[in-house]
């Protein structure tokens, strides 16, 4: 079975950003693909963060972090407000002009059971520590998901910063 993926919505930011929303995503797709690459405005610290919620929700959310920083190791497993906690690059620290990579795979979005997900993001400094983290999530919920929000509760998504949503479908 051959699969497919048509490209929902991109968005570029034009200036700082606080959040970044795709709503009225259609219900026609087998699973949806996140592809961020961004950076925040936060002024103090080398890092920040990039929420994922669905459907506008603050609740019923576990995630499970596995996460590398060049010199340490952690992880994290509990209850959340979110679905995922990504890490991107600030300007307070960070090496000037770099963006994270990250990746957000929403499987069964429209079906009417629990959602899981897994995410994946990079941030490099130029320095010692450069994080790796690996999540999976599952959103307690049997809604479709509608609506991906993201946010950087830490500062701004900076200009340049890129978003790409994707639907996959069984060809």
């Known amino acids: 079975m051959a699969y497919s993926f048509e490209l929902i919505e991109a968005k570029t930011l034009g200036s700082n950003t606080a959040n970044v929303n795709f709503t009225s995503i259609p219900q026609t797709y087998t699973d949806l693909y996140l592809l961020i690459s961004a950076r925040s405005t936060r002024g103090t610290y080398s890092d920040s963060s990039c929420y994922v919620k669905v459907n506008s929700s603050s609740t019923s959310y576990t995630s499970k972090l596995f996460e590398g920083s060049g010199s340490a190791v952690g992880s994290f497993n509990g209850n959340t407000t979110r679905l995922h906690?990504?890490?991107?690059?600030?300007?307070?620290?960070?090496?000037?002009?770099?963006?994270?990579?990250?990746?957000?795979?929403?499987?069964?979005?429209?079906?009417?059971?629990?959602?899981?997900?897994?995410?994946?993001?990079?941030?490099?400094?130029?320095?010692?520590?450069?994080?790796?983290?690996?999540?999976?999530?599952?959103?307690?919920?049997?809604?479709?998901?509608?609506?991906?929000?993201?946010?950087?509760?830490?500062?701004?998504?900076?200009?340049?910063?890129?978003?790409?949503?994707?639907?996959?479908?069984?060809?």
């Open 85 to 171: 906690d990504c890490i991107i690059p600030a300007d307070g620290a960070a090496t000037a002009n770099t963006f994270s990579n990250i990746r957000v795979y929403l499987p069964n979005y429209a079906g009417s059971n629990y959602k899981s997900s897994t995410a994946d993001s990079i941030m490099e400094t130029n320095a010692a520590t450069a994080y790796a983290q690996l999540w999976a999530g599952l959103w307690s919920n049997t809604a479709a998901i509608t609506e991906i929000n993201l946010s950087d509760p830490l500062g701004n998504f900076k200009t340049g910063s890129t978003f790409y949503l994707y639907g996959i479908k069984n060809s």
